[in-house]
Structure formats: structure tokens, C-alpha cells
């Protein structure tokens, strides 16, 4: 499967996924407004914290060693079992402790224990969450692109039916009960893919742990764990800044360009997660990876750029379709939104080289460097030039960490070209894959 025919097929998910995600904006801007969309915001990072937390941040190690274990099946067995009960035991634990901290959680996230019932309602349906992703994790390291396709298409309908239905009837609170629910909704059609598969097996899923898979897994779990907790609470606390200094509609304003930007980068950053991750763990050989990389830069980076300018230029006629009159005031971000866009995907292509060797304390300090940097940036600029500072933060940290990139990791490049192969600390070549 190369780049490009990864992409197409990729792109049929990609779009519905986006028409959806378009359609869900236009739902959540008519019934919630900016000030809800802050309130959604801080919810998903929430869901993304509990959830990496519950699962034990393994699925991009389950993608990883699936694939590197493709032509041996009792390997990948131990995989997925060793996963499987890790994400069922730390769901449940999980579960328990959000269904009873609830109100906490609702003061914290959303500033109302009054939405305590949306964080009840994600402890009850975690566990399927949970397996949802590990499915889908194992669908993408099988390179069973078709399935894994079906499976996420189905996932964008059925966001878009149960969060339409809940919003227009129950408004904010509505819309953020179905952000809590709706991944189990799709778990079922992920599920009964996976069986279908002449692989799949219940018992696969399940059993003992494998001290060796555990130990490849955790230097897994420790990087994606850095990334559930860093990320996420940098954009909280810049919601929050913007909310105590600007306004909680200005923080919706910025909410809404987020979410914006996640849309039409989703084909761009879907591609290099569903091709790069199971393509590099196969390669040794530095000129190959290098090769891959070049060709990242050639079809995506540009892919990416023009998207950008046209979205920047149809920036008015976007607010009018998608959002309302009322986030007119957003379209002074698009400007250095876009630009910061470009520069992520240019970063994170080249970030991509740390699939070829295990950099995981490189990873774990950009990291949290870089998440501290954007709220810093945010504070900074903010401040001086008020909402627009916001999307001004996002260009310069994306330029400074692409930057760093090429110093560390070209600095690999340079070394593996020397020994002809990317060298690892280990003989399992422990990878992580930005996100």
C-alpha cells in the first residue's frame, strides 16, 4: 500500500468525516453558541486525558508491533492480549473513580457540578470507548485499510446523528452527553469488522500479560501519557486565559478555529498516522525512511499549504456556512492560524524520523516544552495584541518546534546515514509516532 493509495482510500473516511464534522459545527453554533463551544472544548480534553489514562496509552504501540510482527501471529497475539486486559482493567478502575468524582470533574472542566451526569454517563460507556480504539489500533497495524475505513466512517454518522438528535433537544448539556456516548455507538460496528476478519479470535484479545510486550509497551504508555496530559492542559489553560482576559465568547471564538483547522488537516494528519506509522516500523534501511520523508514533503506539506490558503481566503464565506453571524469576530484568526497549520504538518513530517529510532526522552521533553511554550506564546501575545495573539502563538511555537526538529532529529539522520540503518537503543526498536 503506498502513500498515495493510502491516502485515496483514506480520504473517502476523511471526507465524510469532515462533511459531518462541518455539519456538527453549524448544529453546535446554532444551539450552543461561542460560549458553549468552550465548555465542549475543555470536555474533549478531558475525554482525551481519561481516556489515554484508561487505556494505558498502548494503542500506538499496538499499531507498532503489529506491524512489525505481521508475519508472526502468536506475536502479535501476545500483543493484543497483554493490551487488551491492561485497557479492560484500567477502563474499569477508571471508570469508578470518574462516576465518583463526577462533580469535581464538572467543577474543573466545565465550571458546574450541574454537568456531573455527562461524566457519569463517559464512566458507564469508557470501557467500550476504550476497546474501540484498541480495535482499531489492530485493524490499522493488520494494514486492513477497508475495514479500518468502514469502521470510522461508521463512527462519523454516528456522531453526527446522536450529538444532532441531543443538542437540538437538550442543547449544551445534550451535546456533551453525546460526546460522552457516542464512541460506543461505533465500537459495535468496529467489533463486528474485527470478527468478520479470519484473525480475530475473542480470546486474542484477552489473557495473560507478556513481561517483554509489557515492558516494549511502556516506554509507550510514558510518551503518550506526557502527550494526554501536556497537550490538553495547555489548551485549558489558554481557554481559561482567554475566558478571565477576553471574554468566554472570545474563548469560543478561538474554540471554534481549533476545531476548524482539525478538520481540514484531518485528512493530511489521519494519512500519516494510518500509512507512516505501520510503513516505517517495517523499515530499516536509512535511505528507505528517508525516502518515505521525502515524499511526505512532496504530496502532503503542499497539500496542506494550499488548503490552507484557500480556507484563509474563503475565510467570510466559511463563518457564514458554518458557524453564524455570531463568530463573525474569529475571522481575525485565520491569518496566523493558517500559517501555524502549515508549519505543524511540516514539523511533525519531519518528527515522523523518530519512528526510526527510540528518542523517547526527545519526545517526552517537546513534549512538555513545547506545551508550556504555546501557553506562554498565548500569554505573551494575547496581551499585546489580544485574540489574534492566539493564532500568532500557534505559528511561532509550530515554527520554533520544527526547527528543533531538524536539529535533533536531522542530527539522527545524519548519524544512521554513517551506519547505513537506523540503530535503536534495543533490538525492538521502540517507536512512538507524534500525534
Known amino acids: 500500500m503506498t502513500l498515495i493509495k493510502t491516502s485515496l482510500l483514506n480520504g473517502i473516511a476523511v471526507v465524510i468525516k469532515m462533511l459531518t464534522m462541518l455539519g456538527l459545527n453549524k448544529i453546535l453554533a446554532i444551539y450552543v453558541g461561542p460560549a458553549g463551544y468552550t465548555a465542549i472544548g475543555n470536555f474533549q480534553n478531558a475525554i482525551q486525558m481519561i481516556t489515554t489514562f484508561a487505556?494505558?496509552?498502548?494503542n500506538t504501540g499496538v499499531v507498532k508491533y503489529t506491524a512489525e510482527y505481521y508475519e508472526n501471529e502468536e506475536k502479535q497475539r501476545q500483543v493484543w492480549r497483554t493490551a487488551g486486559s491492561v485497557a479492560v482493567l484500567g477502563s474499569v478502575i477508571t471508570g469508578i473513580g470518574v462516576s465518583i468524582f463526577s462533580k469535581p470533574l464538572a467543577e474543573w472542566f466545565l465550571q458546574d457540578q450541574s454537568y456531573n451526569t455527562v461524566f457519569i454517563w463517559?464512566?458507564?460507556?469508557?470501557?467500550?470507548?476504550?476497546?474501540?480504539?484498541?480495535?482499531?489500533?489492530i485493524l490499522n497495524g493488520k494494514k486492513e485499510i477497508t475495514r479500518y475505513i468502514t469502521a470510522n466512517i461508521a463512527g462519523s454518522i454516528f456522531s453526527l446523528i446522536i450529538t444532532s438528535l441531543l443538542a437540538i433537544q437538550f442543547g449544551l448539556q445534550g451535546a456533551l452527553t453525546a460526546l460522552a456516548i457516542h464512541p460506543s455507538f461505533a465500537f459495535v460496528v468496529t467489533l463486528y469488522l474485527s470478527y468478520k476478519a479470519d484473525w480475530f479470535k475473542f480470546?486474542?484479545?484477552?489473557?495473560?500479560?507478556?513481561?517483554?510486550?509489557?515492558?516494549?509497551?511502556?516506554?509507550?504508555t510514558a510518551m503518550a501519557l506526557t502527550s494526554a496530559a501536556s497537550v490538553p492542559l495547555s489548551h485549558i489553560?489558554?481557554?481559561?486565559?482567554i475566558t478571565e482576559t477576553l471574554g468566554m465568547e472570545a474563548a469560543g471564538y478561538w474554540e471554534a478555529m481549533w476545531r476548524l483547522s482539525s478538520v481540514y488537516l484531518m485528512?493530511?494528519?489521519?494519512?500519516?498516522?494510518?500509512?507512516?506509522?505501520?510503513?516505517?516500523?517495517?523499515?530499516?534501511?536509512?535511505n528507505e525512511i528517508k525516502r518515505e520523508i521525502v515524499q511526505g514533503y512532496k504530496i502532503i506539506l503542499p497539500v496542506a499549504a494550499v488548503c490552507g490558503l484557500v480556507i484563509y481566503l474563503l475565510r467570510d464565506f466559511i463563518i457564514g456556512i458554518l458557524f453564524t453571524a455570531d463568530f463573525t469576530p474569529?475571522?481575525?484568526?485565520?491569518?496566523?492560524?493558517?500559517?501555524?497549520?502549515?508549519?505543524k504538518i511540516g514539523g511533525w513530517i519531519l518528527a515522523y524520523l523518530m519512528l526510526g529510532k527510540a528518542m523517547v526522552k526527545l519526545f517526552i521533553a517537546s513534549e512538555i516544552i513545547f506545551?508550556?511554550?504555546f501557553y506562554g506564546w498565548t500569554y505573551l501575545f494575547t496581551t499585546l495584541?489580544?485574540?489574534?495573539?492566539?493564532?500568532?502563538?500557534?505559528a511561532v511555537n509550530y515554527g520554533v518546534y520544527w526547527i528543533v526538529m531538524l536539529i535533533f532529529v536531522g542530527r539522527t539522520a545524519l548519524r544512521s546515514r554513517e551506519n547505513k540503518v537506523f540503530l535503536n537503543s534495543d533490538s525492538n526498536s521502540d517507536i512512538q509516532i507524534k500525534k
Do not use: C
Not at 487505556?55 to 498502548?58: E, I, N
Open 385 to 394: 495584541i489580544g485574540l489574534e495573539g492566539a493564532a500568532l502563538a500557534h
Open 55 to 58: 487505556s494505558g496509552a498502548l
Open 267 to 286: 485528512l493530511v494528519t489521519t494519512t500519516l498516522s494510518l500509512y507512516y506509522l505501520p510503513r516505517l516500523s517495517e523499515l530499516q534501511e536509512a
Open 371 to 373: 506545551a508550556i511554550a
Open 122 to 137: 463517559f464512566s458507564v460507556t469508557l470501557l467500550f470507548f476504550v476497546l474501540n480504539t484498541l480495535l482499531l489500533a
Open 237 to 241: 489553560l489558554i481557554r481559561t486565559h
Open 330 to 343: 474569529m475571522r481575525e484568526l485565520f491569518a496566523w492560524q493558517m500559517v501555524g497549520d502549515t508549519l
Open 203 to 220: 480470546s486474542y484479545l484477552f489473557g495473560r500479560l507478556d513481561k517483554s510486550v509489557v515492558i516494549n509497551l511502556s516506554k509507550y
